[in-house]
């Protein structure tokens, strides 16, 4: 009875043990956790605008040209503007951004 109940109690105690890989797993599973459920900032206000060419019927086509060159450039620029915001915000967090 007394070896049943050794047998026993060794394998109970010997359950509990962790081993350091097994820790820094659950370390890891819980600081990816902590950090999945950080909100991730807005995004800039420019980024949300959109752009539109401003021509009207009846222009002259050279200056409808002009116009929606101009548009064209500057919705480029926003683009441009956020991508670097992204990827800035990416190499925060450890991720990587455009390469």
């Known amino acids: 009875m007394f070896r049943l ?7 109970l105690f010997l359950s509990a043990c962790q081993t350091d890989r097994d820790r ?42 002009i116009k929606t060159d ?7 620029s926003r683009i441009a503007r956020c991508a670097d915001w992204h990827d800035t915000y990416r190499q925060q967090f450890g991720g990587r951004g455009h390469q």
Not at 5 to 11: D, F, K, P, Q
Not at 32 to 57: F, H, I, M, N, Q
Not at 70 to 76: E, I, T
Request: glycine share 10%; net charge positive.
């Open 5 to 11: 109940l050794m047998l026993l109690s060794i394998g």
């Open 24 to 65: 820094a797993k659950q370390a890891g599973a819980r600081l990816g956790e902590a950090a999945a459920k950080t909100a991730p900032p807005d995004l800039p206000s420019d980024c949300r605008k959109r752009e539109r060419s401003g021509v009207y019927l009846g222009d002259p086509l050279d200056l409808a040209l």
């Open 70 to 76: 101009q548009a064209l450039g500057r919705a480029n």
